[in-house]
Structures are given as C-alpha cells and as structure tokens.
C-alpha cells in the first residue's frame, strides 16, 4: 500500500474530521427551538393607558399561540427612553421585546442623544394598531364645529388656549401642528395625565383639549364633552358622526398615533417570522378586536418592513414639526 507522505496525510486526515463534525457544526449553528422560555414584552408607559391594555390584551394572545407567557412589564420614562434602552442592549434571541409607538420616533428630535439608534438598534416585528387624537370641547362651548373653533381662534390670535399632556408628547406636538396647518397661534397649556387635561377642560380651565380619543369616549357619550373632529384620515368607529379634521375644512391635518413590537437588533430572522405569525393571530382575534375595538383603536398587523418604513417617516415628520414648534432639543 502506497504511504502517504506526513503533509498529505495531516491535510487528509483534517479534512476527514472537517466533514465528520460539519453534521455537529451545524446542529449547533441552527437556532435553538423558540421560545424557549417565557417572552418579557417591555411598555414605556404606565399601567392603565391604552398602550398598556394594547400590550396586555395581544401578549395574552401571542403567549398562547407561541407556548410560553408574554410578560408585560411597564417602565415608564420620558421619551420612552428606559424600556427603548433596555431592549436595545438586551440579547437578540427574541425573549425582549418593546412595545414601540410614536413615542420613540418623536424622541429622535427631543432629545439632543439618545443612548441607541432608534433606526438601527431594533429589529421590526409589527403594527399592532393605530389609535385616534381629537379636538374636544366642554359641551357648553360656543364652538359647534371645527369651522367656529378655528374663526374664534383667527380673530382671537393667542387667546385661546389648548389644553394636553406634557410638553413633547404625542398630544402636545399634534396641537402645534395643528397651529401649523390652521395658521392659528393658540395658547398651549401642558398638563401631567389625560385625566387632568379633561378635568380642566370641563372645569372651563381651556378651551379646547387635544387629547386620544379612548380616554375622552366616556365624558363624549355622556354629553360632558364635545368632539369637533378626530386627527386621522377617517372617521372613528367609536365616534361615527364626528367627521375628521379634513372633511371638517381642515385640509392637510391628520394625526394617529400608533403601537408596533420589535426585538433587538440582531434577532434572528426566524424568531422575527415566529413573533410576527403570533403578533398576527393576536391582532386578528375576536377578543382582542372586541376590547381594543370599543375603545376607538384600529388593529392592523403587517411586515416588518411596513414596520421599519413607518418608523422612518414618522422620524422626519415629527422632526420637522418639532423644528416648525421651536423646541429645543434636551
């Protein structure tokens, strides 16, 4: 038998070994089966608020479709920045989630450095939903329609004053695009909480509230407020009869604010179609659709693409509203 010489033989035998482990090498580079333990779904908001009923009524779901529980947990901060952080940093292996908003796109413009990319720290997964803002009145105001608000607020010019939450919210930068595209100067007056801008404006305190519609639909169905238009580009199916900014003769207005999931960056795309598939049969449930439905939220799932091409226009549009308001970022 012919001998191999001793570099041949180093190289053969190498190579034999090689192509006995390949099968070993590859069962440990596949993903592992997931989940593999219970998901923690991180919220940027207190308990209570429709981000936080939306988090809980579609992780109830998701953890029944994916074996393993989906735990919120909230951790509020300004700017959404202490849960947005901690899933940033967190492994990419699926078991950390953050339930996204609006929030973390107008923070890119608050806030001079953030401690992530808000683009590229995240891996997208999906829309949960949007939900509507509106423009309310006390019932005894002057104002009927949007039309009357605006002609008071135009003769009047900084005299009448807007009532929403802090400064940098959602709220608060849909009341000075509201300035923007009315070409009105109002007199805008933060408060703490969604409660405390309704009671100042049943107290008389303001004039007009921007505020989500959810929070609001109560005092409406009462009689205690009126709506004047919801922000969106349709009509809420909670408020069918209040027409949308639009078609009340504002032209160019609109407004949603809106919830998504996503990972860290990094996620495996596997796991992402996973947690996608289950985002999907959440959102699509008659249970889920029924409670969030009532209170005025539109659930839509969709890609993580659609996701990530959301996020980047909301990015330059509430920049630019935040530019146009003259809020210095922090």
């Keep these: ?45 207190g308990p209570g608020g429709i981000a936080d009923l939306t988090a809980r009524s ?40 953050l339930l996204m908003s609006n929030g973390n796109a107008v923070s890119v413009g608050l806030f001079r450095r953030l401690p992530y990319d808000t683009l590229k720290d995240f891996a997208p997964i999906s829309t ?30 900084g005299r009448l004053n807007v009532g929403t939450i802090a400064v940098g919210s959602t709220q608060h930068l849909a009341a000075k695009l509201f300035e923007t595209v009315a070409r009105v100067e109002l007199l ?21 509230a921007v505020e989500i519609v959810a929070p ?13 238009a919801v922000t969106s580009d349709r009509r809420n199916p909670a408020l069918p009869d209040v027409p949308t900014a639009a078609q009340a003769g504002l032209a160019g207005y609109e407004v949603a604010s809106w919830n998504a999931l996503a990972a860290p960056a990094g996620t495996p795309a596997e796991v992402i179609e996973r ?44 920049s630019q509203v935040i530019r146009a308001a003259g809020i210095e970022p922090q």
């Design 58 to 97: 579609v992780a109830e779901v998701m953890g029944q479709r994916l074996g393993q529980p989906v735990v919120v947990e909230n951790r509020p901060s300004a700017g959404s920045i202490v849960a947005s952080q901690a899933v940033a940093t967190a492994r990419p292996d699926g078991h950390t989630l």
């Design 128 to 157: 949960l939903g949007a939900f509507d803002l509106g423009v309310f009145v006390r019932a005894e105001a002057p104002f009927a329609t949007l039309a009357a608000l605006l002609a008071h607020a135009r003769a009047n010019p």
């Design 216 to 228: 609001m639909l109560p005092q409406v169905q009462a009689g205690a407020v009126r709506a004047l």
């Design 1 to 45: 038998m012919r001998r191999l010489l001793p570099g041949r033989g180093r190289r053969a035998a190498l190579a034999w070994l090689g192509a006995a482990a390949w099968p070993a090498l590859g069962r440990a580079q596949a993903p592992a089966r997931f989940p593999q333990r219970p998901i923690q779904l991180l919220v940027p908001f």
């Design 275 to 318: 947690l996608n598939a289950a985002v999907r049969d959440a959102v699509a449930a008659p249970s889920v659709q029924d409670k969030l439905g009532r209170l005025g939220m539109r659930l839509a799932a969709g890609s993580p693409a659609d996701l990530q091409r959301l996020l980047e226009g909301e990015v330059r549009r509430w």
């Design 188 to 208: 805008p007056v933060p408060y703490k909480s969604s409660p405390a801008v309704l009671s100042a404006l049943r107290a008389g305190e303001v004039d007009v």
